[in-house]
């Protein structure tokens, strides 16, 4: 597809939403893309070998009512199932179905709001980055946003916005400054992009901006705007991480970007810089744990 810096309302955007039993979230995600001020967009939705009887029943009616309709006619959507691999290998049989010039990636219990895919391509063509992250808004919901919006508990709540840094690679060795999975790439400059395949590996995200953020042939650029809602309820996916042998080990798998990818030889000291930050804020608390003992001493 056209990836030109003409009219971006002319330009295929595929939408790779991946799902694993969250039937009612993932409707919530499908109507959020289908209301997009960008209509030219085909939805691929990867299920992740879903179990439970809720999905399923969502899963078929999309089929159902979707069957066919992505031939000529946008928005529309398409469902792969797939045995269940964990959410990197969803993600890559998304973008090898994708035929979109750009492509966005989207969590099923993640939100889009209405101009997401607009503002991430007006924001590509004109700095001509490569790969675009944003900003995103918290929801304390399993509701619809437009139905929490309405709900008395919402309403009193402070409006969480989350930020991240950006590409910094020097903050970013010790915690993801570098953006949110819920992110958009060009195809064109982007063929040998892929996500990270192992099981039960819940910072992805942290893992692959580092990665395209240190090969300078890419730009990577952050929009400082909320155009997604970011679900933090206890069902939501950043709550649910799978549990396998990796799992308490997976939190380290990052640092594969920066050993990998860093120039002048630099790779092999990022685990030792990461360990002396660890020591040095267990020095820390250890002496304010010492100081507040004293002082009750006092």
């Known amino acids: 597809g056209d990836d030109g810096g003409g009219d971006h309302g002319d330009v295929l955007v595929s939408c790779v939403v991946t799902h694993y039993n969250r039937g009612r979230f993932l409707l919530q995600a499908v ?13 691929i939705v990867v299920d992740d070998g879903s179990t439970c ?24 959507v398409q469902v ?16 090898r179905a994708a035929r979109g010039a750009f492509v966005l990636f989207m969590d099923d219990d993640n939100y889009a709001k209405p101009h997401e895919v607009a503002s991430f391509l007006k924001v590509m063509q004109r700095t001509g980055a490569d790969i675009a992250v944003c900003a995103s808004e918290y929801l304390p919901s399993s509701l619809d946003p437009k139905e929490a919006f309405d709900a008395t508990l919402y309403r009193q709540e402070t409006r969480k916005i989350h930020i991240p840094l950006g590409p910094s690679l020097a903050s970013g060795l010790f915690t993801n400054t570098f953006g949110d999975a819920n992110l958009m790439l ?8 892929s996500w990270p395949e192992d099981d039960a590996y819940s910072v ?8 395209e953020s240190t090969r300078t042939a890419l730009d ?8 997604f809602y970011y679900r933090t309820t206890s069902t939501s996916m950043a709550q649910t991480a799978s549990v396998s ?27 030792y810089i990461v360990q002396l930050r660890e020591e040095s804020l ?8 010492s100081e507040g003992k004293n002082e009750m001493l006092r």
């Open 31 to 43: 109507s959020s893309l289908l209301d997009q001020t960008h209509a030219n967009i085909e939805i």
């Open 80 to 95: 792969a199932r797939v045995a269940n691999n964990y959410l990197g290998a969803a993600r890559n049989v998304g973008l």
């Open 186 to 193: 060009r195809r064109s400059t982007c063929a040998d992009f």
């Open 282 to 289: 267990q020095i820390e608390q250890e002496l304010e744990a």
């Open 245 to 271: 042998s990796l799992s308490q080990f997976s939190d380290r798998l990052y640092m594969r970007s920066f050993l990998n990818e860093l120039p002048l030889g630099l790779g092999p000291l990022v685990p």
């Open 53 to 76: 009887p809720d999905s399923l029943e969502t899963l078929g009616a999309l089929e159902a009512e979707h069957a066919g309709n992505c031939e000529g006619r946008r928005p529309c």
């Open 220 to 227: 990577v650029r952050l929009i400082p705007e909320a155009l």
């Open 204 to 211: 992805q995200d942290w893992e692959v901006l580092a990665r």
